[in-house]
């Protein structure tokens, strides 16, 4: 009898609980109060924001740059950093080169020089 009795308060505690978490999730969800307008509602929000997203996409340049246009604009932010000193080393689409230049002075070709070949 003690084990009957225990094996209903168990069974009880566990449908209560779990009943208990069902009616916490419905609170954190706040789209269970919606009618079916509402809803249909956001339906049609969301295609247009999404038919409006394609539209732009399209619009957008299809060619995207080349690797020679990415490089030379990668191999220009390096030799154009402003935190480059006399002795610090790039790395660029022609090789590792060494900045021999000044910190004040405006960059030029002639401010880098190729970096020596390492010896093993």
Known sequence: MTLRITAL???????????FCFAQELENFPDAALTSEQWQQRVRDARRRSEEFVANA????????????DAAAADQRAMNDPSLQRGD?????????????R??????????????????
């Open 89 to 101: 080393i790039i790395a660029t689409s022609q090789g590792f080169l060494v900045f021999v230049g």
């Open 9 to 19: 308060l168990a069974a009880w505690s566990l449908l209560a609980s779990s009943g």
């Open 58 to 69: 399209r619009t957008q340049p299809a060619d995207p740059p080349s690797d020679k246009e």
């Open 103 to 120: 910190d004040s002075e405006a960059r030029q070709p002639g401010d880098f020089v190729p970096a020596p070949s390492p010896r093993y």
